[in-house]
């Protein structure tokens, strides 16, 4: 995120602020930038870029350009996050600052074009809700509840709106959840959802006082000798609020026997309905069915009995006349899950012989449902007519038959983290799992690929690999664990299908098992940090007593060189690439999980040695800039960075072997860089200075630290007599006067 908005930035300057005339591959670039990075809407656009440039508005080239994107561009993406009426308010802005001029025509077009697809789309908000609206904003607070459950909440700040949230997204919601189904939400939705009012009992009056006209109306348009003609008239003079019960009335006619109504002029009817018509219909039925079923039993009927009637009933709605989409009747049995006998039927209704047939002729036309372990490319064939049934769409495909548009990775990298999930093992052994395939991929893939090509070519080909600190050599392996102990890889097979070399794909295959473990819970990321740090601790030469400092710190700098070099010499090593899993797993987690990512410090404590030291430096190292807006969690990592250099350098840490100041001063420079760049609030400027409250933080580090030491650090402490930066610092300055 954080990059996605650097450069955006940097784009920006170069559209709108630039001496150059932009290109049209620029703007698509920014537009598709904005796109993947939905959260830039929620600034206010043209407030940001007239901050940044207050002249911006004031070309005709930079403001041809911004209402082009917006008419051609963003104008559905502005509609999706429901922010046209700001977008409004921006426009206002703009063509209120134009000065007619000669050649400004487009300008003034493009901007009244924009103005009036606003308008249409501002007035699409007054339209009311839908019963769909329900199961839509349903489906919010259960996802809302998983996010909560899995992700925890990024600010404390947000629960002060969680309520008021929650009340707009239920406003319009008649039904509640069943108390089993709470007991899976987080406390946080329990405690507000347990209280919410069960709205059914209105439905069922509603329905009640509508029931003798619709079933007489129903009586007149399904009955099996009913006159043709009738549906024109029930079309055209019907009441909406008695036209939204014919799938009810239908239901109550059948009487558990489908053949008693006729089914054309009930499918001639819904073809006249609008989506919403038919949506409402199929929530109603619902309702209306549960409550016969309640009824029913009331009066003794058996409850096996009912409900095989209502699947049946059910069953000649969805399969024998397409009459409703199956989707749309599982979603509102499932919103009933208040009911007890609504989920039964959803049940039944999965277990039907007709839903299986479909499946497999769903799977024999598409192949098989494991379709990305499939290399090659499937041959379909073409599905069989289905031109007698009564409500075939005329060329035209309904909402629910179009594909998810989903990216295919995105696809791969969810039913991947379902799956690991879904295993009846700990996380633990799952995490160990991936971390082995990390420590001992090279070797594996290498070994592989000399049994199919002969020797390795030496090195790889540079361009096409990723960045990943993953160097070093190859005998820094531990020697107690074999390369071909690595399970679930057939190495060969795998090296020869995905068409890169041996030393690509580990790098790939690093990055890859970093993303996923940053998909999954954070008892996965405990277990990540635990195993991570054994294996760091376990390394041989490092748990080698005999081994000199000098040796040690040889050997550290070694296996942390540039990855590319290591992946293309063959000489990656099981710190270098546990390094590189966690650097990749930190690019990929979210803000609010990042404060866990301190336990694998205090694993490796106590820290005794500068390979130690170093090792732990460059884990925690990239993660500071990317807390560079997050003050507290960026001072709480700096202090813990901070007292593990007061660990191998403290007043009264006697060590070894004697360690010189200048051997580590390029740690001293990076601890320079990153207080530079978090008071900055990114890259590094010549006028960039430290928060006062990180000069403070460094300062009383440097007390507890060496004296030649704490010369090295003497210009970043908040004293204003040996350090520049303190005493050019208005606060400091005028506290210390």
């Known amino acids: 995120m954080n990059l996605c908005l650097k450069l955006a930035y940097q784009m920006e300057e170069s559209l709108f602020s630039g001496q150059v005339v932009p290109s049209i591959a620029m703007a698509e670039t920014y537009c598709r930038l904005l796109l993947i990075a939905p959260h830039s809407l929620f600034r206010s656009h043209f407030n940001h870029l007239a901050q940044r440039n207050p002249s911006v508005l004031s070309k005709p080239g930079v403001t041809l350009l911004v209402l082009e994107i917006l008419n051609y561009r963003l104008l559905p993406l502005y509609r999706y996050q429901g922010k046209s009426k700001a977008l409004m308010y921006d426009v206002t802005k703009i063509v209120s600052a134009l000065k007619s001029k000669r050649g400004d025509h487009r300008v003034f077009r493009l901007a009244e ?31 809302l509840a998983i ?19 929650l009340e707009q997204i239920l406003a319009t919601s008649n039904h509640t959840w069943s108390e089993k189904t709470l007991r899976y939400f987080p406390s946080l939705l329990r405690d507000f959802l347990i209280q919410r009012i069960d709205k059914r009992g209105l439905a069922i009056q509603e329905w009640q006082q509508a029931e003798t006209t619709v079933i007489n109306q129903c009586t007149q348009l399904l009955s099996p000798s009913a006159d043709p ?26 009487q558990g026997h489908p053949e008693n109504i006729n089914s054309l002029n009930l499918a001639r009817v819904l073809r006249e309905f609008s989506p919403e ?39 000649f709605y969805i399969w024998t006349h397409e009459l409703i989409p199956l989707d749309i009747l599982l979603l509102a049995l499932i919103d009933r899950d208040d009911d007890p006998h609504a989920l039964h039927i959803v049940m039944s209704l999965l277990d039907r ?28 064939t073409p599905p069989p007519s289905q031109s007698g049934q009564a409500n075939v769409s005329d060329g035209q495909k309904a909402f629910y038959q179009i594909q998810d548009p989903g990216t295919y990775t995105q696809l791969v990298l969810e039913t991947a983290v379902i799956e690991l999930l ?8 799952i995490v160990s799992s991936l971390v082995q395939i990390v420590v001992n991929i090279q070797p594996t893939l290498i070994q592989s690929s000399n049994g199919l090509h002969g020797a390795p070519s030496g090195v790889g080909q540079g361009s096409v690999l990723p960045t990943s600190p993953s160097g070093g050599s190859t005998d820094s392996l531990g020697t107690s664990r074999s390369p071909a102990s690595v399970s679930g890889i057939n190495a060969s097979n795998f090296v020869s299908r995905s068409g890169y070399t041996c030393q690509q794909l580990s790098c790939l295959l690093i990055q890859a098992c970093g993303l996923l473990l940053a998909q999954l819970p954070p008892d996965f990321h405990v277990q990540l940090y635990l195993e991570a740090s054994r294996i760091i601790k376990e390394t041989w030469w490092l748990s080698d007593g005999k081994r000199s400092m000098g040796e040690l710190d040889s050997a550290v700098g070694y296996a942390l060189l540039d990855p590319t070099w290591a992946a293309q010499d063959n000489t990656s090593t099981a710190i270098g690439n546990i390094v590189a899993l966690l650097h990749s797993f930190f690019s990929n987690l979210p803000q609010e999980w990042l404060e866990g990512t301190h336990l694998i410090i205090k694993h490796l404590r106590p820290v005794t040695s500068v390979a130690m030291l170093r090792i732990a430096f460059r884990i925690m190292g990239p993660l500071l800039p990317k807390l560079a807006n997050a003050h507290a969690l960026f001072s709480k990592t700096l202090s813990l960075i901070l007292s593990m250099m007061v660990d191998v350098f403290g007043k009264n840490v006697q060590p070894p072997t004697p360690v010189e100041p200048l051997e580590i001063a390029d740690l001293i420079d990076f601890f320079h860089h990153v ?8 890259p590094v400027q010549a006028n960039s200075k430290p928060r006062p409250e990180v000069l403070a933080l460094c300062g009383r580090a440097a007390e507890s630290l060496r004296p030649d030491i ?4 003497s210009h970043l402490k908040p004293d204003t007599n040996s350090s520049i930066y303190a005493a050019t610092h208005p606060k400091l300055n005028q506290n210390s006067s």
């Open 353 to 380: 012989q007709e839903l299986q047939q479909r499946v497999k002729q769903y799977c024999s036309n598409r192949g098989p449902p494991e379709h990305w372990l499939v290399s090659t490319s499937f041959k379909r």
């Open 113 to 143: 074009n924009l103005c009036m697809n606003l308008i249409l789309s501002l007035r699409d908000f007054f339209l009311g809700p839908t019963e769909f609206t329900e199961t839509l904003n349903r489906v919010t607070i259960v996802t």
């Open 277 to 315: 018509e038919v949506t409402s219909n199929i929530y109603t039925m619902v309702d209306v069915l549960l409550h016969h079923i309640q009824l029913e039993l009331q009066h003794g009927h058996s409850l096996q009995d009912l409900l095989l009637k209502a699947c049946a009933n059910l069953a």
């Open 710 to 713: 704490q010369h090295l650090l």
């Open 229 to 254: 003609t009738y549906v024109m008239t029930y079309i055209s003079h019907s009441f909406p609020q008695h036209r939204q019960y014919l799938c009810a009335g239908a239901w109550i006619l059948m």
């Open 675 to 682: 207080v530079h760049y978090e008071g900055q609030g990114g």
């Open 422 to 429: 879904s295993l009846p093992v700990s996380a633990s052994q």
């Open 147 to 165: 996010i909560i459950k899995t992700r925890g909440i990024a600010d404390a700040d947000h629960l002060l709106y969680l309520q008021t949230m």
